[in-house]
């Protein structure tokens, strides 16, 4: 299983950016595709969450209206659109996959995210 993160870099303040997640050694279509963040001395935080089969999603409560998750162009992809982006939006973002039926979950790398004037 590989999963694999891209689009992060620095905004000003209310500025936007798009995170893609493309993730491959699985069925990808009945999996649960999750966005995280870690900030500096912060815990790891859900952001956004993504049912593949069922559509359906779940958002921290700081970011809805803002992000959205949905997914991508590429095949076995996932985004998350972030618009009106805040300082206290900066962390590094990870990408989270679990199969249906796993054991586990697989992490990407992460990308930086840095909202600052």
């Known amino acids: 299983v590989q999963v694999e993160e891209s689009g992060g870099g620095s905004v000003q303040p209310g500025g936007s950016l798009r995170l893609s997640c493309v993730a491959s050694?699985?069925?990808?279509?009945?999996?649960?595709m999750t966005w995280y963040r870690q900030a500096p001395g912060k815990g790891r935080q859900l952001v956004a969450r993504?049912?593949?089969?069922?559509?359906?999603?779940n958002y921290v409560d700081s970011v809805k209206g803002r992000f959205t998750i949905s997914r991508g162009n590429a095949d076995n992809s996932v985004e998350l659109q972030m618009n009106d982006l805040k300082p206290e939006d900066t962390a590094v973002y990870s990408c989270?996959?679990?199969?249906?039926?796993?054991?586990?979950?697989?992490w990407g790398q992460g990308t930086q995210v840095t909202v600052s004037s």
């Open positions: 989270n996959a679990l199969p249906k039926n796993s054991p586990r979950t697989f």
């Open positions: 993504l049912n593949i089969g069922t559509g359906s999603t």
């Open positions: 050694g699985f069925t990808f279509s009945t999996s649960i």
